[in-house]
């Protein structure tokens, strides 16, 4: 009986494990079930929203309309202001050079000796001539004193008179003569010693000493150029004048003098420009018929004498000016075949598109003719932060110095733009077109 009780039990423990383990999946699901739940009430709509960016800042400059100078760069060579051949004057054999080549000279300075023993003599001989004349007047004078009381007691025939008062006059005469005959062989006395007719710098001697030369040679003894001004000539199209002329009788253009006159930079062969501006003497009154060229000459100072007659440049000028055109960055530009357009900045901050008249090229900006108006804001620089076109921007003003620190197109910060470098005396550049803007 004690065993069957036993066997009763076991069977009901045996029981109430099975339960409990059939039991056991089914908690574990409902626990994960209110774990789920539970994620689901954390992630409801009373959770946060995102806020929106701000809008993108973009580098402006504000639009300021004054007068721009409008640049030419044209082909030219340098010329020295004035050129001398030293050429013997007299007849001889040339003794001695005296300057050393390639030396600056003065006017007036010994270059050449030539043999003057011949007109030390001339001159000798002339200045004796010149003793026996002024003998032979003394003694015509003192005779026609003497018969001067003579005549009048009519001691006298007239006629020897007047033949003593005609040996006078004729004695007075020789004397002149023989004055000039002095002087005709002191000069060329003095052409025996060849000197410099302007100040310059002479080049190699032409001719060696023991030759001989004289007047009417076919070649110099050397040639002296000044350099110190030079100037400078270069050409200009004919319809290229023309055009300027029609344009400064419309108003559209007006004329860049200023004070002394144009202002004309040289650009030398490695790019460089020379740090003297020249002036712009005149523009010749004819066109060339060959080339149809007009030429104009400008006077350029060379103080140092960094700069040889012969060497081509390139001329910059600015003949005209624009009344009221804007300087812009050639980054704010894009250009199309349909045209030439920017963004400025609209109500609301909202970029708009503006087409616009641009002119030449003017270092790193173009110069706009038209479709500005003063006070505008030109975005500059920030193009790629306008995901959404028509979208609000904030503009911040833009500074060339900094985009070229950062080595960006373009930056921002600081009080600059168009209007600040509109007028300014920047430097000019070439008028072809660089690469289109973004």
């Not at 009048?152 to 023989?178: F, L, M, P």
């Not at 066109?287 to 700069?307: F, H, I, T, W, Y």
């Amino acid at each position: 009986m004690f065993v069957a009780t036993r066997i009763a039990a076991r069977s009901v423990s045996v029981r109430h494990q099975a339960s409990h383990r059939r039991a056991a999946p089914l908690f574990a699901l409902a626990f994960c079930l209110s774990l789920l739940g539970g994620c689901g009430r954390d992630s409801g709509s009373d959770a946060p929203t995102a806020e929106a960016p701000p809008p993108p800042q973009v580098g402006v400059v504000t639009v300021t309309l004054g007068p721009v100078a409008l640049s030419d760069e044209l082909p030219g060579r340098l010329e020295a202001s004035r050129v001398a051949q030293v050429r013997a004057r007299v007849a001889g054999i040339l003794q001695k050079r005296v300057f050393r080549e390639g030396s600056d000279v003065k006017a007036g300075e010994l270059l050449f000796e030539i043999d003057a023993k011949p007109y030390q003599a001339a001159l000798q001989s002339a200045e004796a001539t010149l003793a026996r004349a002024q003998a032979n007047f003394e003694q015509a004078a003192a005779q026609a004193r003497r018969y001067a009381p003579l005549i009048k007691a009519n001691a006298i025939s007239r006629q020897d008179y007047d033949n003593a008062v005609a040996a006078q006059k004729q004695g007075e005469a020789e004397v002149a003569a023989a004055k000039a005959a002095v002087q005709t062989a002191q000069i060329n006395l003095d052409y025996a010693s060849v000197t410099a007719p302007i100040d310059g710098r002479v080049g190699r001697a032409l001719v060696t000493e023991g030759a001989l030369v004289g007047q009417g040679e076919a070649t110099p003894l050397a040639v002296i150029q000044q350099i110190r001004p030079l100037y400078v000539n270069f050409t200009q199209s004919a319809t290229e004048v023309m055009q300027l002329r029609k344009a400064f009788a419309s108003g559209r253009l007006r004329p860049a003098a200023r004070g002394d006159g144009i202002e004309v930079h040289v650009v030398l062969e490695d790019g460089s420009v020379y740090p003297h501006p020249g002036r712009l003497l005149f523009s010749d009154l004819s066109v060339d018929p060959a080339s149809g060229q007009v030429m104009l000459r400008a006077e350029l100072p060379n103080p140092d004498g960094l700069l040889l007659p012969g060497m081509y440049v390139r001329v910059r000028v600015s003949q005209a000016e624009v009344p009221d055109a804007v300087l812009l960055p050639q980054q704010a530009v894009t250009r199309t075949d349909a045209g030439d357009t920017v963004l400025v900045v609209g109500p609301g901050n909202k970029p708009e598109q503006r087409r616009i008249q641009i002119g030449q090229a003017r270092g790193h900006d173009w110069i706009v003719l038209g479709g500005l108006e003063a006070g505008e804001q030109v975005i500059v620089d920030g193009f790629q932060k306008m995901m959404v076109p028509g979208a609000p921007v904030t503009p911040v003003p833009w500074r060339r110095d900094a985009a070229v620190a950062t080595g960006t197109p373009g930056g921002a910060g600081g009080a600059a733009g168009s209007g600040a470098e509109t007028g300014a005396a920047a430097p000019d550049a070439s008028t072809s077109e660089p690469e289109k803007a973004h």
